[in-house]
């Protein structure tokens, strides 16, 4: 039996629903000898900033006794200029769907950012990162405030042409309402979700262990929150939903397409395993086949609630 | 810093063996012929050391001595991933990426090679030893708690001509390597000399002091939390002396010039 597993996500086409989740696989060039982007739905980039970020100081990553790990990179990045001078060329765009994370500290910031990232060929689209939880101004407050959210997607939607996800924050008690008012801004889809904001105690030396005190929670762990507001979302909104939270197999990437979303995209595990879009899409064909299931996207939003 | 690093490899070595040298200090003979062939002193392999996702993330270890197919790895089970490796048998898999990060520089012709250890910084001079510098006169110093502590066993010490100092007295010198270091740049004052280190950062710290003060070119090889070891995620910062931000340990190191990384805040062992 051979299970379709392409993904139709407005108006662009995914060979697999798989993809790379920002932050975790840089700006797409630095697996190159590791793994074969041809086989990967897509690869999202570090969030990219007008001016280039140092980041916080460290450390900066460290595992939780809970599971999953914790980090506080603070958004260190290259700034649009220097992305587009050393990286734009090297970018995997040939091989795959390539969607560059933007972020800012003001609507202008995001607008400034994709404006110039308009000249770079190749570039499927972006996710506005308006949720981190590692930097002080802007990112989680942006995310957290509705008609922030919107007036960012309105005004990058007045520049671009592009498909554009927006990465949401999961802190929100009550996901819908963000999500409505991105929509009617232009938004094409959500990435459900950012991190959760957390911290590590070390009790012997009576210290935190990461440099910002405070880091984003991610791995297993945050499955749970993540496809509740996956589900929360699908209730509301009729526009594709890349899921984000705590994917490590075949059955996690079901279970979130069962609750609606289009897209999985996968972050801490590609630590571990960098070539798990490639893994995760076999084990989840290996379920389409057990349940007789010929397309993969015959599952999005099946839930039987 | 140096020359930019190599292409990654990933390789599934075969564990040839494992033995304790001491206390929790194992040593692991893997065959692995792509990376123990391409690896240089100071890098690093990035090694996952359960099949599953607990613990979740690789452990980066520096490549020991090489020899044709196979490398060794040596550690200190510290926690949960290290118990995992101490674990192993000869014929099981490890998963690794590498040989990852900057090497060491090779010593110039006309300077004299100081290797520095401390504890289990020894591994990454192990093969500065074994690739660069056991054709030419130089001198391995080693650092150590105590002789319960030992990271490297007495056929190597005597082979390589360790000299050893432990804080207790216990082993070797009653002192701190950083005091054998001092002793030899005194009485090879009209040599050009170089120095590699490798230990816990308080003895980094001292090591770029001493090496600072008499204008000696030195390079550490750094041990700090990382992600993916490839310079994608941006975990393993270690602050620039300069100030102007941060290095990656996985792709600007682990090898720096000393004068060249702020150590009071970044890196630890």
Redo the contacts between chains.
Sequence with gaps: MRVDTSIRMGRLDLQTPLLTGS?????GD??R??VDYSRFGGVVT?SISLEPR??????????TSA???I?S?GL?NLGVDGFIAGKAGVLPVDETKLFVSVVGDSVEEFVAVVERLEGVAGISGYELNVSCPNVRRGGLDLGGDRDAVAAVVSEVRSVTGRFMSVKLTPHYAVIGPVAEAAVRAGADAFTLTNTLSGMVVDAESRKPLL?NVTGGYS??PLKPVALAKVWQAAQVVDVPIWASGGI?NGIDGIEFMLAGASGLQLG???????DAPVRILEEMIEYCVRHGVDRLSDLIGRLEV | MTDRNN????EKGVVEQVRKISGSVWDMTIHSPAIAGASRAGQFVHV?VSDG??????RPLSVGPCRGDYLRLIFVVKGVGTRLLAGKHPGDIIDM?GPLGNPFPAPETDQYPILVAGGIGMVPLLLMDNQFVNSIDHDFLLGMRSSAHQTVDDVEIKRLKIVIASDDGSIGYHGTVIDLLENRLTELKRRKIVVYGCGPVPMLQSLKEVCVSRSIPAYISLE????????????????RADG???YLVCRDGPAFRASAVDLN????S
């Design positions: 932050g975790t696989f840089g700006y630095e697996f000898s590791l570090k140092p980041g916080n100081p460290p450390p900066r990553i460290c595992e599971g999953g790990i980090n990179i260190a440099g791995g297993p490590i801490s595990v590609l630590f571990a395993d960098y | 292409t990654p490899i990933a996952r996702f607990n613990p979740f993330l690789r990426i700090v939390s990382m992600g993916c070891g490839v310079g994608a995620c941006q975990s393993c910062a270690v602050p102007d931000g941060y805040a970044g890196g630890r």
